[in-house]
């Protein structure tokens, strides 16, 4: 089956999956603290906390202070990995749980819930791959990303984690989409912090990425034995028309959604911007080549998430979308296209895993002998699953889903594929549970288990069951 074929409605065969993984492969799920953990009140806030707290932010009025109750449930969730037979789990240490504040010392609350769930994950044996910052900036540090102080913060709770914590992570990945929080968060405010700084929120993405050259260094000088990586959410861009317009604004798109994150972590500078679109980019002008050097850091692996292509054209758009994105975009001189020929995930995302491929041959193209080791460390599709009366949940869509993709990936990299060369090394379901999706609140189920929220009660879906039947069948 062509990867982009329309799911069939028939269950794709584990066996056959099983048998084109590679021996070595990793593949686990992924979570991140503020959408599983709960528990927020006992610890510091984060901006998170705090935008939730405010009417209208959230699409279902939810907020982070129960969502999956993973501080309390831990131990059941880590049994279900352990059923899955999943290799490996990357989860998130919650900054304001360890570091109230973002500053001073680990608190031993914090440190305590993070050494159980590492005891319970190395009693199952799945490696933990941990995320340093997925979104959940302390509150206290005010204006966030915007000032330079933040990353100098992150750096340092980088260095105490990585001190305290040494021992029991096999993958340390210091950011967790860099890109996401600034566009989302900074640019357009349907995210936390809600800024809506359009091209003024471009210090962001300097700032996040110095954070995470200071945080690479604090993690090597606590010599920590674990891989130090980043993870970037990459899509490729195209132009809706062979117009010069938009052809630009695609260019445009491509660079501050993906290569203005990626070229100075793995090449030490800045993309080149075209001259028509330099006066966008001031605010990145000016930025210091020792900076550069701090974010150019030695990586052991890079971190790749995907979901999907992204169509771009001139001109303001007047779209409306299930998280906003669309109205947010309305300054902005370029607006996303919708791609038609692709069937949809519950968030309207197009189903295209053909283009996965493309983003991990784009990755060799551009960074080449620059470009480490690559996890997929995301990737997966909200649908609205329903419980059948016998309690069961049938999810065919999710299953082709993940079907499609994960063999798009080994495709693409396999000898003569389209990504031959990038060095592969494993794949993350996104995500283990049903969660809150941010802004979209509880409207977007992306788990292999799903969730009720009135009662946390966890049930395996099918897709559950047919991810079991292919890690069981692998060639070891
Ligand atoms: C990614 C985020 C992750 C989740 C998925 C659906 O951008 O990293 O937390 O929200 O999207």
């Given at each position: 089956m062509s990867p982009d074929t329309v799911p069939s409605p028939k269950k794709p065969d584990p066996n056959s999956l099983a048998h084109s993984i590679p021996p070595g492969f990793v593949i686990g799920t992924a979570t991140a603290a503020a959408q599983?953990?709960?528990?927020?009140?006992?610890?510091g806030r984060s901006v998170w906390d705090d935008l939730s707290a405010q009417?209208?932010?959230i699409i279902d009025g939810s907020?982070?202070?129960?969502?999956?109750d993973h501080y309390s449930r831990y131990a059941e969730d880590v049994a279900l990995m352990s059923t899955l037979g999943a290799d490996a789990y990357r989860f998130s240490f919650a900054w304001p749980r360890l570091q109230p504040g973002g500053s001073g010392a680990l608190d031993p609350a914090g440190i305590d819930f993070y050494d159980r769930m590492l005891d319970e994950l190395a009693e199952h044996a799945i490696s933990p791959f941990a995320?340093?910052?997925?979104?959940?900036?302390?509150?206290?540090?005010?204006v966030g990303w915007l000032d330079r102080d933040t990353a100098l913060r992150f750096g340092e709770f980088a260095g105490l984690v990585g001190e305290r914590f040494a021992d029991r992570v096999d993958a340390w990945i210091t950011l967790n989409e860099p890109a996401t929080v600034t566009l989302?968060?900074?640019?357009?405010?349907?995210?936390?912090?809600?800024?809506?700084?359009?091209?003024?929120?471009?210090p962001t993405v300097h700032h996040q990425l110095l954070g995470h050259g200071l945080a690479a260094q604090a993690l090597r000088a606590a010599s920590v034995p674990g891989r130090i990586g980043i993870t970037n959410v990459h899509s490729p861009v195209h132009a809706a028309t062979d117009s010069p317009e938009d052809a630009a604004m695609a260019q445009l798109f491509d660079i501050v959604h993906n290569r203005v994150f990626a070229d100075p972590v793995l090449l030490g500078s800045y993309p080149d911007v075209p001259d028509e679109l330099a006066p966008l980019f001031g605010a990145l002008g000016g930025a210091d080549s020792r900076d550069l050097d701090t974010i150019c850091q030695p990586l052991d692996f890079y971190g790749l998430n995907y979901y999907m292509p992204t169509r771009v054209a001139a001109g303001a758009g007047t779209g409306a979308s299930p998280d906003g994105t669309a109205e947010a975009m309305t300054g902005l001189p370029f607006h996303l296209v919708d791609i038609d020929e692709y069937p949809r995930t519950g968030?309207?995302?197009?189903?295209?895993?053909k283009h996965l491929g493309t983003a991990l041959a784009e990755m060799r193209d551009r960074y080449g002998a620059a470009l480490p080791p690559v996890y997929i460390t995301e990737n997966g599709a909200s649908f609205a699953d329903e419980v059948a009366p016998n309690g069961t949940i049938n999810d065919p869509e999710r299953i082709a889903y993940l079907d499609a993709h994960l063999r798009a990936a080994l495709d693409a990299v396999a000898?003569?594929?389209?990504?031959?060369g990038v060095d592969l090394r494993g794949y993350f379901a996104w995500s283990l549970l049903d969660n809150w999706?941010?802004?979209?609140g509880f409207t977007q189920r992306f788990g292999l288990v799903h969730v009720?929220?009135?009662?946390l009660e966890r049930t395996p879906k099918a897709s559950f069951e047919w991810l079991r039947q292919v890690l069981a069948a692998r060639q070891r």
């Open positions: 599983i953990e709960g528990a927020s009140t006992a610890a009417p209208g932010r907020d982070t202070s129960v969502t999956c995320t340093l910052y997925h979104w959940d900036t302390p509150a206290e540090l005010e989302n968060g900074y640019a357009l405010g349907i995210h936390a912090p809600g800024e809506t700084l359009l091209f003024d929120a471009l968030f309207g995302w197009p189903i295209a895993p000898p003569g594929g389209a990504a031959d999706e941010w802004a979209a009720d929220f009135d009662t």
